[in-house]
C-alpha cells in the first residue's frame, strides 16, 4: 500500500505559476500528474520514472510544466508556468506501486494508488 499526499494547489492568473508537491510513503517509484476538470475525463499532465532520469509530458503542457523529484525520492513536484484557464482542474498525482511500465506512464490505468486531488484555478 502506498500513500500519496498532495499540496500546492491554488488560484493564480493567467501567466502565472504554481508549483505542486506529492509527498510518497514508500520512496523511488514512478509518478504521474493527472487533471481532471468538471465534466471532463481524468487526463495526463506528465510523469517521471522512478530515479526520476526519465520525464513524459502531455503536449499540452510541454514547454510550461516541469516534474521533478527530491534527492530523497519520495516526493515529486510539478512546476506549472504561463499558466492558462484551460490548466483549470483537480490534479492528482499517481504511482503504479514498486514496479511501473513506462509505456503506461502516461495511461490512468497504468495507475494503482492515488492522491487526495488539490485544486488549480487559472483566472484570466
Known amino acids: 500500500q502506498v500513500q500519496l499526499v498532495e499540496s500546492g494547489g491554488g488560484s493564480v492568473q493567467a501567466g502565472g505559476s504554481l508549483t505542486l508537491s506529492c509527498r510518497a510513503s514508500i520512496s523511488h517509484l514512478c509518478m504521474g500528474w493527472f487533471r481532471q476538470a468538471p465534466g471532463q475525463e481524468r487526463e495526463a499532465v506528465a510523469a517521471?520514472?522512478?530515479?526520476?532520469?526519465?520525464?513524459y509530458y502531455a503536449d499540452s503542457v510541454k514547454g510550461r510544466f516541469t516534474v521533478s523529484q527530491n534527492n530523497a525520492k519520495d516526493t515529486v513536484y510539478l512546476h506549472m508556468t504561463d499558466l492558462k484557464p484551460e490548466d483549470t482542474a483537480m490534479y492528482y498525482c499517481a504511482t503504479p506501486g514498486v514496479s511501473c511500465s513506462h509505456s503506461l506512464l502516461l495511461l490512468p490505468a497504468g495507475y494503482k494508488y492515488w492522491g487526495q486531488g488539490t485544486q488549480v484555478t487559472v483566472s484570466s
Open positions: 517521471s520514472s522512478a530515479g526520476a532520469d526519465v520525464a
